[in-house]
Nanobody
Framework: QVQLVESGGGLVQPGGSLRLSCAASGRAFTGLTMAWFRQPPGKDREFVAGLKRNMGTPSYAASSKGRFAITRDNAKSTLYLQMNSLKPEDTAVYYC????????????????????WGQGTQVTVSS
């Protein structure tokens, strides 16, 4: 079993920045493919960014590319999402997800590929 705990959400003004963290435990972090998803109010969950377990080139949704950065610190078993130039449409509950399998790039955005999920952290972008 893998436990994921997100933190770092909150209220931020448009144009501001936030950094989300996801602390993982229960399994070797280096063996996990990691990703961030979000669920805006009244909408389905959507992919934000993903990172393979060998790191490599991150994968981003079109809406987050150029503004968000996904990174991982294997020594701390922690996944991060740096979010810059935030917009009201980024308002959502953000979830960390993990898979013990080595996913290919085209599978990173598919939520059904991930076995483990955190409880989510709320991000609200509003003036």
């Amino acid at each position: 079993q893998v436990q994921l705990v997100e933190s770092g959400g909150g209220l931020v003004q448009p144009g501001g920045s936030l950094r989300l963290s996801c602390a993982a435990s229960g399994r070797a972090f280096t063996g996990l493919t990691m990703a961030w998803f979000r669920q805006p109010p009244g909408k389905d969950r959507e992919f934000v960014a993903g990172l393979k377990r060998n790191m490599g080139t991150p994968s981003y949704a079109a809406s987050s590319k150029g503004r968000f950065a996904i990174t991982r610190d294997n020594a701390k078993s922690t996944l991060y999402l740096q979010m810059n130039s935030l917009k009201p449409e980024d308002t959502a509950v953000y979830y960390c997800a993990a898979s013990p399998r080595g996913l290919i790039t085209s599978s990173l955005a598919r939520d059904q590929e991930y076995e483990y999920w955190g409880q989510g952290t709320q991000v609200t972008v509003s003036s």
